[in-house]
């Protein structure tokens, strides 16, 4: 088994946009080489059209390196040996609004595989975990922000990833949601699972990470480890102010 969730060799991303005068060309992440260990919760930090979010969509096999390699414990992120062990939340997960969360979760655990009494269990199993249980005969369309993200994990989760990516986790939600949110990946960390998450939220980023990786104009600026923003005066929101200046 490796030793990393994921790794980055000198990754670069190029996006090609036609144009009426001919193609213009934007590179996301420039010469990009990062690990992040099974097993623990790593933040990624960085200003609006840092590269956050192409980052994401790499290691979850969305779009594809310009140059580089993007491997996911040890495989392509395009392979079933490396999908089939992440789970991804989007920034802004998309339900159908007429269905109940039993009637999603079934859809998204039969594409990934699940059937049967297996998928029954593991629909019981996320919806309990996530609070949706008592939930469970309201329609999508009658949901807060704070439950969709709710539904979103437990869609992450159906299928027992080892490692959860997860794009603004805590975007838009009320303080309660984001303590229960936060003691849910407490609790998935401590069963050995890695975590993987982007937020604009320094203050959530350093109470759940081990270590955090800062972008500035699609280049890794820094890594920091928790022992070094405990250490700093100013903790880890001066850290991230003086790397992105």
């Known amino acids: 088994m490796s030793a990393h969730a994921v790794s980055f060799s000198s990754v670069e991303k190029t ?10 060309y934007t590179t996301a992440v420039k010469d990009l080489s990062f690990e992040i260990p099974a097993g623990e919760i790593t933040g990624l930090l960085g200003l609006n059209g840092a590269g956050k979010t192409t980052i994401m969509k790499l290691l979850t096999g969305l779009i594809f390196p310009t140059a580089g390699k993007v491997k996911v414990f040890g495989h392509s992120p395009a392979e079933g040996a490396a999908k089939a062990r992440v789970g991804f939340l989007p920034e802004l997960p998309y339900f159908p609004p007429h269905l109940r969360p039993v009637e999603a979760l079934g859809y998204y655990g039969r594409l990934s595989g699940l059937s049967g009494p297996a998928l029954a269990q593991a629909v019981r199993a996320a919806m309990d975990r996530t609070g949706l249980e008592p939930h469970a005969g309201k329609r999508i369309s009658e949901f807060s922000k704070g439950m969709l993200q709710r539904l979103g994990l437990a869609q992450a989760l159906l299928h027992s990833p080892d490692l959860l990516v997860l794009d603004e986790p805590v975007s838009g939600l009320d303080p309660l949601a984001i303590h229960d949110i936060r003691g849910l990946l407490a609790g998935l960390n401590s069963e050995g699972r890695a975590v993987f998450l982007s937020s604009h939220s ?44």
């Open 15 to 24: 996006y090609k946009r036609p144009g009426f005068l001919g193609a213009a």
């Open 202 to 245: 320094i203050s959530e980023v350093e109470k759940l990470c081990s270590r955090v990786l800062i972008m500035v104009k699609g280049r890794l600026a820094a890594t920091v480890k928790r022992s070094q923003w405990e250490a700093a005066q100013g903790g880890l929101e001066a850290i991230f102010v003086e790397a992105v200046r």
